[in-house]
């Protein structure tokens, strides 16, 4: 099994920063990737950012590329979301999430491929 905690989410005006972190424990040597998704009031949950653990390759949806920069620390185990000139509609609850699937230079985007999840911080964003 693994855990995952997040941190660092909050209340920031529109066009801050805000940067969440994501520690993994357990069997970390079973994680090939983490990413972060996010989930609003009545939406379906989303694919934010990933990170494959082996070579860093990673991904981003289009609504945040430029604007999100995720990160690792394989020692650490940790995972890191740097998040640049937010909008009001980057509000959402972020999730960590970690897959335990190999797979080599690839980020996958899809919810159902991650096994291990955390328990989610809120990010709201005021305009």
């Known amino acids: 099994q693994v855990q995952l905690v997040e941190s660092g989410g909050g209340l920031v005006q529109a066009g801050g920063s805000l940067r969440l972190s994501c520690a993994a424990s357990g069997r970390t040597f079973g994680i090939y990737g983490m990413a972060w998704f996010r989930q609003a009031p009545g939406q379906e949950r989303e694919f934010v950012a990933g990170?494959?653990?082996?070579?860093?390759?990673?991904g981003y949806a289009g609504s945040v590329r430029g604007r999100f920069t995720i990160s690792r620390d394989n020692a650490k185990n940790t995972v890191t979301l740097q998040m640049n000139s937010l909008r009001p509609e980057d509000t959402a609850v972020y999730y960590c999430?970690?897959?335990?699937?190999?797979?080599?230079?690839?980020?996958?985007?899809?919810?159902?491929?991650?096994?291990?999840w955390g328990q989610g911080t809120q990010v709201t964003v005021s305009s």
């Open positions: 999430a970690a897959d335990a699937s190999p797979r080599f230079g690839i980020v996958v985007s899809s919810a159902r491929e991650y096994s291990y």
């Open positions: 990170i494959n653990w082996s070579d860093g390759s990673t």
